[in-house]
């Protein structure tokens, strides 16, 4: 295995001083499969004391349990002293940590065999517990026995399957059992490392998989998703029920975290919401507001960030709303929502599409497509669709003599629409003309009262 210059210094270094040195964990894992690592963790017999007189630029960032952060030519890299560690009272955190002087017992501590490898100065890759043979094939496996390394650590639950939904590996048999054996441990968790994990697992290429494999788990972080597992829909539209819906959903969506958790959550409320017509027909009447109220009760249990959580509940609003390919339509949109969070809304509305019955998916694709297509139109002719667009400021109304205060706002948006209507072209003079011959053919002062021009 090959290893960057700077990680072969570190670990001459040590070795130079009299210790062991390892580059360990995740970076091995990655390397082997041909990814560059995000970062380079080292393990080594120096007890954190001695790493610290050994390099004059090395902080006691995680100290009680053994980890320095040594900068190194410019570039910080993790050193923890092998360990072993000792029961896990809380089923998060070692009671105590003890120092050891050999790799082979601080490897047995780790959670997967995919991470239990560790990799010499030299690039031979040192690997106690089969896992170079478990990345060949794909395998998510425990060290040792998996109810132990969970009852030890219960976000290694979701490890376990964010791993799989990230590199597409499928649990070992074992290793599967004791994941939906052991899930009630996750109420020991912190919402914050629920949420790093999950939001990872999410994005990942196997997510729609992973959610369809192990509903249980996600149900143990997200109990508000329970009911839409097995509840059918009884409508032509969907041949799915709701969570196989919602799974099919996030798999054909883009791997984007707002888009992501909206197809997650964007039917949540359906099954509170279901009636049943005279003819057999299901219905969900109301069950995108219904949808919204629980999406907002998971993603601020779940510590969302703000902002992502009001996109994602934006899209979710939005996911049920018609959309038309007609130009002042796509631009009154993109007006209102903003490029971004419209071509989310179309990506949301695709995943939707793609996840009910086949027999529907052509015309409403191609609807799709189309708005698509108007929508890059606008924006690679450079129209007018909002404010930024505008060839006027509210400088120049200022100028024309407007009155400063909120009329010159509300002149602006008039003038927006009456350009998106084609009213009036979108040059600075003939806008300018236009404000005047409101001002004389209402006989109100522009921006005030009602609309002064139709189709609106």
């Known amino acids: 295995m090959f290893l960057p210059v700077g990680v072969s210094g570190l670990l001459e270094a040590l070795e130079t001083a009299g210790f062991a040195a390892y580059a360990v964990g995740g970076c091995v894992r990655d390397s082997l499969l041909g990814r560059v690592p995000q970062d380079w963790d080292i393990a080594t017999s120096a007890r954190p004391e001695e790493v610290l007189a050994r390099f004059p630029h090395a902080i006691p960032t995680g100290i009680a349990h053994g980890t320095v952060t040594v900068v190194w030519e410019g570039e910080p890299f993790e050193v923890t002293t092998f360990r072993a560690e000792s029961a896990y009272t809380d089923h998060r955190h070692p009671d105590q940590v003890r120092f050891v002087p050999d790799l082979e017992a601080d490897l047995a501590r780790r959670d997967f065999t995919v991470n239990a490898m560790a990799c010499r100065r030299d690039g031979q890759v040192i690997d106690r517990f089969g896992g170079r043979e478990d990345l060949k094939n794909g395998i998510i496996r425990c060290v040792g026995d998996p109810g132990e390394r969970f009852r030890e650590d219960a976000l290694r639950i979701l490890r376990a399957l964010r791993f799989a939904a990230c590199y597409g590996f499928r649990l070992e048999e074992k290793t599967s059992a004791a994941v939906l054996e052991s899930r009630e441990l996750l109420c020991y968790v912190a919402a914050e490392r629920i949420w790093a994990e999950f939001s990872r697992l999410l994005c990942g290429i196997d997510a729609g998989r992973v959610l369809r494999e192990f509903p249980q788990v996600v149900f143990a972080i997200l109990p508000e998703l329970f009911p839409m597992e097995g509840f059918l829909q009884y409508n032509p539209h969907h041949d799915r029920d ?164 909120p009329q010159v706002g509300a002149l602006l948006e008039q003038l927006v629409q009456a350009v998106i209507d084609g009213q009036v072209e979108n040059q600075k003079e003939t806008l300018l003309a236009y404000v005047a011959f409101l001002s004389t053919s209402t006989g109100e002062e522009p921006g005030k009262g009602g609309n002064p021009w139709p189709n609106m």
């Not at 196989?244 to 959903?249: K, L, P, Q």
Request: overall charge neutral; proline content about 5%.
């Open 242 to 405: 709701v969570w196989e819906h919602t799974c099919a959903a996030v798999e054909a969506s883009s791997p984007e975290l707002a888009v992501r958790l909206a197809m997650l959550l964007h039917d949540c409320g359906k099954p509170g919401c279901f009636t049943l017509d005279g003819e057999g027909t299901g219905h969900f009447y109301g069950h995108a507001q219904k949808s919204l109220e629980l999406a907002g009760t998971v993603l601020r249990r779940l510590r969302v960030p703000r902002l992502l959580g009001e996109r994602v509940l934006l899209l979710i609003h939005l996911h049920d709303r018609p959309v038309f390919p007609e130009e002042r339509w796509v631009k009154r949109q993109l007006g209102r929502w903003g490029e971004e969070v419209f071509f989310q809304w179309l990506a949301v509305k695709e995943a939707d599409t793609l996840a009910q019955a086949l027999a529907f998916q052509p015309p409403r694709l191609a609807n799709l497509r189309e708005v698509e297509a108007a929508a890059q139109a606008v924006l690679r002719e450079g129209q007018c669709f909002s404010l930024k667009q505008l060839a006027v400021t509210g400088c120049d109304l200022l100028q024309l003599g407007i009155p400063q205060g």
